[in-house]
């Protein structure tokens, strides 16, 4: 069978197979700890809950502008400009899609041709790459370090740009690393995009989940540049709305155009119910975002001197975003498997511990645990890790 050689030449998702085996396995009765996935744990707040019964109630269950319902897109506009200091921001100009993951698809169907170049930094969120291939175009990954807090630096980007370069994708914070770029750092490579003239990707998803250490910062707010950003954001992360599936973008008026009628022509509106809940949440969470943020940084702590205390691993102290990622590289070499990806094959298979290996976010030799999970599974997922070091070394 002659199948489509872009969808053919990209990777299924890793954690989303991780997540399905440890499932399985759950069902089966085995008392698996899964610190594989990649949502909050907290009940979507009421207030939004209440949103969504009211419009079911009030039949709003038709279909809506398929590029998102005014007063949403009114509110992310407003989201953007006032939060984000993105500037000029027309409700016309936002799309709302089914999910983050759908805007960014959107957005690259409309931007890629074959043979174009989109960069990216690893370790990175697993769904980017294949994403950037099934539109046509070639991922260009930056190799970063721990010791570079996974950043990529004005040089790198500077040497990965050439004349295919279509777009350059940056998230922060970042899935997987929590990892986050400083104002100035932002600056520094906003600098060296002012030279080349390609669109940049913003992935903000994780924006209300940071720490402190960093103060959270778009680059489309920078006006050399912000003709060329698309800045994308959704409720899944900040509002513990995953399975909802709300997500929007703004950007440059042609490009939203173009992948307005990419989801006209495949998907339509996002679910007029979510809609209507997602603009809840944009406007009447305040209190229970900065709940769920105040926990997610005393869980980070918490699971920090949980891995402090293990030798031969070391781990990024995430910024933000609800994920440690560990470096288990150092012991590799005199463990009983030899890739990161075969230590988690072994931690789910024998000590029922459920995490991401790095290969998935092309960074093999590391780990990625949520600590989106209550202090009991956090404190037994970091036992049973320590258990499949020593068992395995
Ligand atoms: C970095 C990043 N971007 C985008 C998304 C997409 O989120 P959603 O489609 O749930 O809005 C995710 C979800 O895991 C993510 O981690």
Redesign the pocket.
């Known amino acids: 069978m002659n199948l489509s050689a872009r969808v053919l030449s990209a990777n299924e998702s890793q954690t989303l197979a991780i997540n399905a085996k440890a499932k399985t396995m759950k069902a089966q009765g085995i008392d698996v700890v899964s610190l594989a996935t990649?949502e909050p744990d907290f009940p979507t707040p009421q207030v939004v809950k209440d949103a969504a019964i009211k419009a079911i109630n009030e039949n709003f269950t038709y279909y809506t502008e398929a590029n998102g319902i005014p007063d949403l897109r009114k509110a992310v506009a407003e989201k953007f400009m006032t939060e984000n200091g993105l500037p000029d921001i027309k409700p016309e100009n936002v799309l709302v899609s089914t999910?983050?993951?759908?805007s960014?698809f959107n957005a690259l169907l409309a931007m890629c041709n074959e043979g174009d170049e989109v960069i990216l930094n690893a370790p990175f969120?697993v769904s980017y790459p294949a994403m950037i291939q099934i539109a046509g175009a070639k991922p260009v990954i930056i190799e970063t370090t721990l010791e570079n807090r996974f950043k990529m630096t004005p040089a790198q980007l500077e040497a990965a740009l050439t004349p295919k370069t279509k777009c350059v994708i940056l998230?922060s914070p970042s899935?997987p690393t929590g990892t986050m770029y400083t104002p100035d750092e932002i600056k520094a490579l906003g600098k060296v995009l002012e030279k080349h003239d390609c669109f940049i990707m913003s992935?903000e998803?994780?924006e209300k989940i940071s720490f402190g250490s960093v103060e959270h910062f778009s680059i489309g707010s920078i006006a050399e540049l912000a003709h060329r950003v698309i800045t994308v954001n959704?409720v899944?992360k900040a509002y513990s709305m995953?399975g909802w599936?709300v997500?929007f973008m703004t950007g440059p008026a042609a490009l939203m155009k173009e992948a307005a009628k990419v989801q006209g022509q495949s998907t339509s509106n996002p679910n007029s119910i979510a809609q209507k809940a997602a603009l809840a949440a944009l406007l009447h969470t305040k209190a229970d975002v900065e709940m769920m943020r105040k926990e997610f940084a005393r869980r980070r702590d918490m699971v920090a001197a949980l891995f402090a205390a293990i030798p031969n691993v070391d781990f990024l102290m995430p910024d933000g975003a609800f994920y440690m990622f560990v470096d288990i590289s150092k012991a590799l070499p005199t463990m009983k498997v030899t890739t990161s990806f075969d230590f988690c094959q072994e931690a789910l298979d024998k000590h029922h511990l459920a995490v991401v290996p790095g290969e998935a976010f092309g960074a093999p030799g590391c780990l990625r645990f949520s600590f989106a999970a209550s202090d009991e599974t956090l404190k037994k997922g970091v036992e049973r890790f320590a258990a499949a070091m020593t068992a395995l070394a």
């Open positions: 990649g999910g983050g993951k759908h960014i969120w998230n899935n992935d998803l994780y959704g899944s995953t599936r997500g």
